[in-house]
């Protein structure tokens, strides 16, 4: 029992990174149409700038305030110089340009930064909690709550404010907000740096457990384009629900089949999914129009 | 269709002169070395071009394709007593029948979903690639024994060369034949509209697999070939990054253009050897270098510039 809570509690921590993770995807997704393969690069951003802030002497959660606003502008730029000027490209084109600016932000960050991985303490101490025989560290707690937060907040400006419902138009048919007098780019614009918030706060949340270093976003971002995957792309409680669970097959899977295969169940899981339902868990079936 | 066929054996004619030519200009044999791998890396595109610029269909993992072909010509004659030439037979006719096998339930798939199933059987392969090491040396990789065929043993930047460029040369005549097929033309129609393809008769789950096998034996021999030609072979070559570099190299040359290709690999491979002066900044440009180009000539460099020459033509 207190294995299996051990596997729970630790799939749900790296599953959370993974639901933000989905989420910066979808949100970007339903509101320009792009598949960002640089969302990872906004949680290493988040992790490594807290870290050197921090050790330039700031405050700790003043340095984490610091990593989120470096993450908004850096994904502010990306939309204004690399998704803008290339509107109404191919997918697959919009595609490499993101790959090419994840490369290009890794490149940054090696020479910014440095190539070493680095920690941060946990916000609440690190001596582990004993939850019913399982050893769980204090951070757990912090990622999951903060990974609530997140989502609840995200949920309350997309359903309650006037700008979160422009956005809600612009995925659902951008030519009609566009009609009705949305700036859809504003709201591109709002969709990029809303979303690299959200893999800031991702990287500061998690460095504490998994450490980071300028090249942890890669498998980030195809874990979370998965998650997102798997819950239907373009449905942001999908790719919660499609995060959690990719981190606990994970956390399951390697406790309990085979710790080397670890990131292989994931990518097993989606492939049968996606065999069964092409359209992902919650994915609406689309209708082609001809 | 005779301006067609003279226009197909211009492309090769002119590919087989710069081949032919190069070496005249290379100063050292580090020269003939960067040129293989882009003749290889070229090979490895064409295929992929097939099945994305002619049968329109992505795939975000084919450097798993390639991995298996470098590590049968690697695994096959140290673990197995397989003669290194069979081994290239052997990782084609693998990598075929895995395509086969799973290209029915994946080209189902559209869009998003096609390109994460396609990355998943990438990074699956990699993965097992880089765990048994007992079989593979693991993350570390492993030495490759020398080709020879006929008593000949195959070794040296400048043989394999000539060798790359032939296979290039074989590749490119076959890609080019295929365009004016019937099946190239199922894959045009597939690209065009999948829906009005199915309509006029096409079997359209037949063809994408016929892509997605072709382009999956193209991948296959060009890792052979790195593998022999290096001497040495590691999982790096199967990872996500190299689908990637494989997928930019066709996209940011043309796609469906199969000169495209090859100009698409000239760049990519060279691009990387070139900026290594600029030493700590090299990715940093890369990653600029692919922006840039993917906004300015966002239907890849030959159409862009072809497009150019015919507008000055006209005007």
């Known amino acids: 029992m207190a294995e299996f809570l051990q596997f729970l509690i630790s799939g749900l921590t790296v599953g959370a990174v993974y639901a933000l993770v989905a989420l910066g995807f979808t949100l970007i997704y339903n509101a320009s149409g792009v598949v960002?393969?640089?969302?990872?690069?906004?949680?290493?951003?988040?992790?490594?700038?807290?870290?050197?802030?921090?050790?330039?002497?700031?405050?700790?959660?003043?340095?984490?305030?610091?990593?989120?606003?470096?993450?908004?502008?850096?994904?502010?730029?990306?939309?204004?110089?690399?998704?803008?000027?290339?509107?109404g490209a191919s997918a697959v084109t919009l595609i490499i340009i993101t790959i090419g600016a994840s490369i290009l932000l890794r490149g940054l960050a090696a020479i910014i930064f440095d190539k070493q991985f680095h920690k941060l303490p946990g916000f609440t101490g690190e001596a582990p909690i004993d939850v019913l025989g399982a050893a769980v560290q204090p951070q757990s707690f912090w990622v999951l709550g903060g990974t609530a937060v997140v989502v609840v907040a995200l949920y309350v400006f997309l359903e309650h404010t006037l700008l979160g419902k422009a956005v809600l138009a612009t995925a659902a048919n951008r030519l009609a907000a566009r009609l009705v007098g949305i700036n859809t780019t504003t709201i591109m614009a709002l969709a990029f740096g809303g979303s690299a918030a959200i893999g800031a706060i991702a990287g500061i949340l998690v460095t504490p457990i998994t450490l980071t270093n300028y090249d942890v976003g890669t498998l980030l971002a195809l874990k979370g384009f998965a998650a997102a995957m798997l819950g239907g792309m373009g449905n942001p409680l999908g790719a919660v629900v499609g995060g959690l669970l990719l981190g606990l097959l994970e956390a399951f899977g390697a406790g309990y089949l085979s710790s080397t295969y670890k990131d292989a169940f994931a990518f097993l899981v989606i492939l049968i999914v996606l065999f069964a339902a092409p359209q992902g868990l919650f994915g609406r079936r689309a209708v082609e129009r001809v | 269709m005779g301006a067609l066929l003279n226009q197909r054996f211009m492309t090769l004619a002119v590919l087989a002169v710069v081949i032919a030519v190069l070496p005249l200009v290379f100063p050292s044999s580090y020269y003939f070395r960067v040129a293989s791998l882009v003749w290889v890396s070229a090979l490895a595109a064409i295929g992929l071009n097939i099945l994305m610029g002619q049968a329109g269909q992505v795939s975000l993992g084919h450097a798993a394709f390639f991995g298996i072909g470098a590590y049968a010509v690697a695994i096959g004659p140290t673990h197995l007593g397989i003669p290194p030439w069979a081994a290239i037979l052997v990782g084609a006719v693998l990598s075929a029948v895995l395509a086969y096998l799973v290209g029915r339930p994946i080209l189902r798939l559209k869009g998003h979903y096609l390109a994460i199933a396609t990355l998943g059987l990438g990074v699956l392969i990699a993965l097992v690639i880089s765990t048994e090491s007992g079989w593979t040396g693991g993350p570390d990789g492993m030495p490759v024994e020398r080709l020879t065929l006929f008593g000949w043993r195959v070794s040296g930047s400048n043989t394999w060369y000539w060798v790359t460029g032939a296979l290039l040369l074989i590749g490119t005549w076959i890609a080019l034949n295929l365009d004016e097929t019937p099946t190239g033309r199922a894959f045009r129609a597939l690209h065009d509209s999948e829906v009005a393809a199915q309509v006029v008769g096409v079997d359209v789950a037949r063809f994408k697999l016929q892509a997605f096998v072709i382009a999956a034996v193209y991948a296959s021999i060009a890792g052979s070939a790195l593998a022999f030609m290096n001497g040495f072979i590691n999982p790096d070559q199967a990872g996500f990054l190299h689908s990637v570099e494989l997928v930019t190299i066709v996209v940011l040359g043309g796609l469906g253009s199969i000169v495209g290709s090859i100009v698409g690999a000239a760049v990519l491979v060279t691009l990387p050897q070139a900026l290594t002066i600029f030493h700590e900044y090299e990715h940093l440009l890369l990653g600029l270098i692919i922006i840039v180009s993917m906004i300015f000539m966002r239907n890849g460099i030959v159409p862009s510039l072809s497009g150019l020459f015919l507008r000055r033509a006209r005007s």
């Open chain 1, 36 to 87: 960002n393969f640089a969302q990872g690069e906004f949680v290493m951003l988040g992790g490594m700038v807290t870290v050197f802030a921090s050790a330039a002497g700031v405050p700790l959660p003043l340095a984490a305030v610091v990593a989120v606003v470096a993450a908004v502008a850096v994904g502010l730029l990306l939309h204004r110089f690399a998704i803008e000027p290339a509107r």
